[in-house]
């Protein structure tokens, strides 16, 4: 992680912990009269995001977090998702679509269509793990994997 790759953002302070990856959903009605929104609110929603430092512990007030909130150091982080075995390179570079099925009660459904992903993002694998056993109704073959930037 490069010091440019982090921004500068608050959370919650039962949250602010070191490690702690999550995805941001965007500004709640609660926000608009807050003097600190823009902070707050400077990451871009539906990205998965992991607290790379807790920059002090000067707790600010928030209408949403009771026990207040903590500045961070965040960066991107990998998303994990399901894709084609032949297709899963460490290290490959290719721009994201979600594949074409529809069978939202399989078993994989949600990690072969990752909410931190949109159609157009560029990728890279940055890691392969395992091989999915589950039967893939399109008749693919399937590998976990963590995708970057």
């Known amino acids: 992680m490069i010091e440019s790759d982090t921004k500068i953002t608050l959370i919650g302070s039962r949250l602010a912990k070191e490690g702690l990856e999550f995805i941001f959903k965007g500004e709640m ?53 399901t894709m084609e075995s032949r297709k899963a390179v460490e290290g490959a570079r290719f721009v994201y679509e979600p594949p074409k099925c529809d069978t939202k009660d399989c078993k994989e459904y949600e990690s072969c269509h990752p909410q931190a992903l949109l159609s157009g993002d560029k990728c890279k694998i940055v890691e392969v793990l395992e091989n999915i056993d589950t039967e893939c109704t399109a008749g693919h073959s399937l590998k976990k994997v963590k995708l970057g930037w």
């Open 29 to 81: 009605p609660e926000c608009e009269k807050c003097r600190l929104r823009n902070t707050c609110l400077n990451l871009e929603s539906g990205r998965r995001y992991r607290i790379e430092r807790i920059r002090n512990n000067e707790v600010h007030k928030c209408f949403l977090h009771e026990g207040g909130v903590l500045a961070v150091d965040v960066s991107r982080a990998p998303v994990p998702a």
